[in-house]
């Protein structure tokens, strides 16, 4: 059976609203306490800002957003990993939704906007 080619476009915006859906529910939150003593504040600030430009970064021929934006959420993610959960507990159910999120910012990272 042959790949449906002609959906991965479709594939690509699904996988950026399913992203920028997520970072919503999970950090707009957490954002609006406007507590700036918190790492959590920041984090869930800059979620917020790259998962929208990775958003809008579709709407443009060019690649340069789009892979801004997944290169900083792979970063931002692996750090979140690391700092957030620990060097001991990189494998559990609390580090499963970063990985998620690097294997998604890093596709974005190498395709960009190409399907």
């Known amino acids: 059976m042959k790949a ?3 959906g991965s476009q ?3 915006w699904l996988l950026r ?3 920028g859906m997520y970072f ?7 954002f609006t306490t406007f507590n700036t003593s918190s790492l959590h504040f920041y984090l869930a600030g800059f979620y917020l800002l790259f998962g ?3 958003l809008i970064g579709g709407f443009f021929h060019n690649d340069s957003l789009t892979v801004f934006s997944g ?3 792979f970063l931002l993610s692996i750090f979140g990993v690391i700092s957030i959960q620990g060097v001991n507990n990189l494998i559990s159910a609390d580090t499963a939704d970063y990985y998620l999120i690097i294997a998604i ?3 974005f990272l ?4 190409k399907a």
């Open 4 to 6: 449906f080619k002609a």
């Open 24 to 30: 919503y529910f999970i950090y707009f939150d957490l």
């Open 17 to 19: 609203i399913a992203l």
């Open 52 to 54: 929208l430009l990775l």
């Open 10 to 12: 479709l594939g690509n």
């Open 105 to 107: 910012s890093f596709y």
């Open 71 to 73: 290169l900083l959420l």
């Open 110 to 113: 190498t395709k960009g906007n």
